[in-house]
């Protein structure tokens, strides 16, 4: 198995290819073992602290699922638990946890929070959110993707909605893997240019496309898979009202979905706010795979954690 003891996954940029490859590779290994007597505990021992500055329900429960099923344990810190800059610094906190812990998890608003937390704890350190990225959430959509179209090569993801912290892990991991994907934003929403420009070089390399559109309806036709999230996303609350307003046009709906191609599927990273940036009829509806794309998150994680720790 590929070497990753001691590395960190702040950016989805933190992999190669290859790296991304293997995670993926042995994902889907561990999901054919999943129930099976021979599942694996490699992780006996070991710590995970997880520390959160926003709610989770995905993210948490996987992790923590992940660590028991690996062999280990996890610690859950909650917003008012570690404070990271104002109860103590950033640089001490992390100082401190690398003294007990093996691993961490880090959802933070700012990114610069889980950047320095891995600047200065010699312990591997994952980004489980932060303003910035969502890299474990791209290893959960690529494993899906790959399940349902057996590869990525020719396949076309159409991204639909705000181009924030899970468009650009998505943008970075696609680009990786060779799978299309074309961004439609409203105005001023697009992903970061330096997010883009990035993503596009590797995609160069790799054999893919990256378009970028504030058309949906031009983003989606012909494409294999449709993924929206939040228009408002945790920390944005106050923006709430006038993000409905300029975003309503990008509603993932029923007849945004026709212009699919009929054998399309829909994710969704969620939480989802229904009715707002997904109609019922799409999540409900049968080419929806979000709760597959959830489960994957478990499988995925699992063999990050047992690759870096
Ligand atoms: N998709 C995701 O990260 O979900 P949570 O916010 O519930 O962890
Ligand atoms: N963009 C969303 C993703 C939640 C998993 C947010 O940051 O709230």
Not at 15 to 38: H, M, P, Q, S
Not at 161 to 175: I, T
Not at 176 to 193: F, S, Y
Not at 241 to 270: D, G, I, S
């Amino acid at each position: 198995m590929m070497d990753l003891r001691g590395r960190d996954l702040v950016s989805m940029d933190d992999l190669t290819a290859e790296e991304l490859w293997a995670v993926l590779d042995f994902a889907r290994d561990l999901k054919r073992r999943g129930e099976r007597a021979d599942r694996p505990q490699p992780l006996s021992g070991r710590t995970l602290a997880m520390i959160f500055e926003k709610p989770s329900l995905r993210t948490r429960v996987t992790f923590e699922v992940a660590m028991y099923q690996l062999g280990g344990t996890s610690i859950y810190l909650a917003p008012q638990d570690a404070q990271l800059g104002t109860r103590e610094t950033i640089p001490d906190a992390a100082r401190n946890l690398e003294r007990w812990v093996d691993a961490i998890v880090a959802r933070t608003f700012a990114h610069s929070t889980v950047v320095q937390l891995a600047e200065h704890a010699r312990i591997p350190v994952i980004n489980g959110l932060s303003d910035w990225e969502h890299p474990c959430q791209t290893l959960a959509d690529l494993l899906t993707v790959y399940e349902r179209f057996g590869g990525f090569r020719g396949i076309t993801l159409a991204w639909v909605g705000d181009g924030n912290n899970v468009c650009h892990s998505l943008l970075l991991g696609a680009a990786k893997v060779g799978l299309n994907l074309r961004v439609a934003t409203p105005p001023g929403h697009a992903p970061e240019p330096e997010i883009v420009q990035n993503a596009e070089r590797q995609a160069q390399t790799n054999g893919a496309t990256i378009g970028q559109t504030i058309d949906p309806a031009e983003a989606v036709r012909g494409a294999d898979v449709i993924y929206t999230d939040v228009w408002a996303s945790m920390g944005q609350e106050q923006e709430h009202t006038q993000r409905v307003r300029l975003f309503r046009p990008y509603q993932v709906n029923a007849a945004l979905l026709r212009q699919a191609r009929p054998e399309a599927v829909v994710l969704h990273c969620l939480p989802a706010h229904r009715g707002e940036e997904i109609a019922d009829e799409v999540l409900d509806g049968p080419q929806a795979i979000v709760f597959d794309q959830a489960e994957n998150r478990l499988h995925a994680q699992k063999a990050l954690l047992a690759m870096i720790l």
